[in-house]
């Protein structure tokens, strides 16, 4: 049974780089045709799509954060990491990894395979 499991800091400051890791359990993330994704919630918003990194290692991310995304992976740990520089406290979120097989560019959780409980980041000083 494959699990996804985020951690990283609860809290950042503004203008710092947030940096969250996805270990995969149960599972390669080296798996043919599979994606690895970032989702996040901010409070009282609906879920965002921001990124994914497919079993090859190519990256895909959201126009609406691109310029500040970078999403990598370590396959000896089988991790994946999110990375979203010069945070604001509009970041503030829930932040979900999540894993499908085949593409999916959407934030509708059923139509993953796999989806982490979500860690809570705060933006503030």
């Known amino acids: 049974q494959v699990q996804l499991q985020e951690s990283g800091p609860g809290l950042v400051k503004p203008s710092q780089t947030l940096s969250l890791i996805c270990t995969v359990s149960g599972g390669s993330i080296t798996t043919k045709y599979y994606y690895w994704t970032w989702i996040r919630q901010p409070p009282g918003k609906g879920l965002e799509w921001m990124g994914a990194i497919r079993y090859s290692g190519g990256t895909f991310y959201s126009p609406s954060f691109k310029s500040r995304t970078s999403i990598s992976r370590d396959t000896s740990k089988n991790q994946f990491t999110l990375q979203l520089s010069s945070v604001t406290p509009e970041d503030t979120a829930v932040y979900y990894c999540?894993?499908?097989?085949?593409?999916?560019?959407?934030?509708?959780?059923?139509?993953?395979?796999?989806w982490g409980q979500g860690t809570q980041v705060t933006v503030s000083s």
């Open positions: 999540a894993g499908s097989r085949g593409m999916v560019q959407t934030s509708t959780r059923d139509e993953y395979d796999y």
